[in-house]
């Protein structure tokens, strides 16, 4: 807010920014989301795991310019009965599972996908989701806060179709955390969506809630454990000082390319080609694309002028963010040559099940890691009623 640097000499740190897939064209979290801690974790040496499992909700919002496009119509109207609607007024969803639009949320946000790139959506690119059938009061009594919303962008979804497309909206990935939201870096802990490992390759509607709950607690009484053995160590300012002036460099040079054009084009590779459906092929382009950024954001300039609430500066520091865990997600994708979970590749369709499961683990300058996965059982006290 006020353009300042604030340098705070923390003995413990928790990173719990809250994820947000914003790196994305249509997205449900909130555009000041951008994976900061994830982001921040990783350059500081932690180890990232489970990158490429990237969650779309089926059905997010089109509202065009509004700052609620992309927000989640939740499940519960697929649930009640409502029906997805391509652009030549087909309902499609059989065509991909037998359960049609009570599909898991991988499935029905893939299959919307398929329908939008076969040129079947509608011509804002996306498609329908119809509750009308389901009676107006029915609707407006048991999902009042989802048609006050529509209605708030001019939609009426107790009466007619309302666009949808599918929305990037959590990732399973994040750092690698023990039990007790411990990373591998002392000092450092993670929980909620900074975290991995929760979820697995795919999450259920509502145990995002819950895992904040859970790990945020474990993490508030673990760290202040641990900071009662710990004492505050010396600030290394030639450190602090070299970072301050990476952050203001872009300041000191001449104009060039718009910040919000390389943001644009961030999120239309991420979206056609490290989205929801991915290939060996489209993975190279959005590689390609993100080196492309990458050195093109190193010649950025910046408007003069004061740099309290300057948005040019938050975008470039987001974007900074964006293309680290951009090139873990790619990267990860590229790696897993399997169909898992909210993982989809065309070219290998299929779970790699004859194979042991694995987690891709990634840190800073070192190479991809698969780690097996160890199942374990959990054992309950005998005096315990089950």
Same mark, same amino acid.
């Given at each position: =807010? ?14 719990? +920014? ?5 790196? &994305? ?5 909130? /555009? ?14 932690? +180890?990232?795991?489970?990158?490429? %499992?990237? /969650? ?27 029906? @997805? ?60 806060? %989802?048609?006050? =919303? ?23 990935g994040g750092l690698r955390i023990e039990p007790d939201c411990r990373t591998d870096l ?23 809630? #819950?895992?904040? +709950? ?11 454990? &641990?900071? #009662?053995? !710990? ?11 070299? %970072? ?15 910040? $919000? ?21 489209? @993975? /190279? ?10 050195? /093109? @954001?190193?010649?950025?300039? @910046?408007?003069?002028?004061?740099? #309290? ?12 963010? $964006? ?31 004859? !194979?042991?499961? $694995?987690n891709i683990c990634c840190s800073m300058n070192q190479k991809l890691q698969l780690s097996p996965v160890l199942m374990t059982r959990m054992k309950t006290d005998a005096s315990e009623?089950?």
């Amino acid at each position: =807010r006020c353009g300042e640097f604030i340098v705070v000499q923390a003995r413990a740190v928790l990173l719990a +920014t809250g994820g947000g897939p914003t790196m &994305y064209k249509i997205t449900a979290p909130c /555009q000041d989301k951008t994976c900061d801690g994830i982001a921040m974790g990783f350059r500081a040496g932690a +180890t990232l795991m489970d990158m490429e %499992m990237v /969650q779309f909700h089926p059905t997010g919002l089109l509202a065009g310019n509004s700052m609620i496009s992309g927000t989640v119509l939740e499940e519960g109207l697929r649930g009640a009965g409502a029906y @997805l609607i391509n652009g030549k007024g087909e309902r499609y969803m059989h065509r991909y599972d037998p359960r049609e639009e009570r599909a898991t949320r991988d499935v029905v946000s893939r299959s919307s996908f398929m329908e939008i790139m076969a040129g079947r959506g509608t011509p804002e690119g996306g498609i329908y989701l119809d509750a009308s059938h389901l009676g107006a009061e029915f609707v407006m009594k048991n999902f009042r806060g %989802m048609s006050l =919303r529509c209605k708030d962008v001019g939609y009426d979804l107790p009466n007619a179709p309302v666009i949808v497309s599918p929305t990037a909206h959590f990732i399973m990935g994040g750092l690698r955390i023990e039990p007790d939201c411990r990373t591998d870096l002392e000092g450092l802990f993670a929980a909620g969506e900074d975290a991995a490992g929760v979820h697995g390759a795919n999450r259920l509607g509502g145990n995002g809630v #819950a895992e904040s +709950t859970v790990f945020g607690g474990i993490a508030g009484d673990v760290i202040a454990d &641990y900071l #009662a053995g !710990q004492h505050s160590k010396p600030v290394q300012e030639s450190q602090i000082r070299k %970072m301050i002036e990476s952050i203001l460099e872009p300041f000191e040079r001449k104009p060039s390319v718009s910040i $919000y054009s390389l943001r644009d084009r961030c999120k239309q590779s991420m979206w056609e080609n490290a989205g929801l459906v991915r290939n060996e092929d489209s @993975l /190279q382009k959005a590689a390609d694309d993100m080196n492309e950024i990458r050195e /093109q @954001l190193s010649t950025i300039s @910046l408007t003069q002028g004061g740099r #309290a609430f300057h948005l040019e500066w938050m975008e470039y520091l987001s974007i900074l963010n $964006y293309l680290d865990v951009c090139d873990v997600i790619i990267r990860s994708a590229q790696t897993r040559k399997e169909s898992r979970g909210s993982h989809f590749r065309s070219d290998f369709p299929d779970k790699e099940n004859n !194979q042991p499961l $694995y987690n891709i683990c990634c840190s800073m300058n070192q190479k991809l890691q698969l780690s097996p996965v160890l199942m374990t059982r959990m054992k309950t006290d005998a005096s315990e009623s089950v």
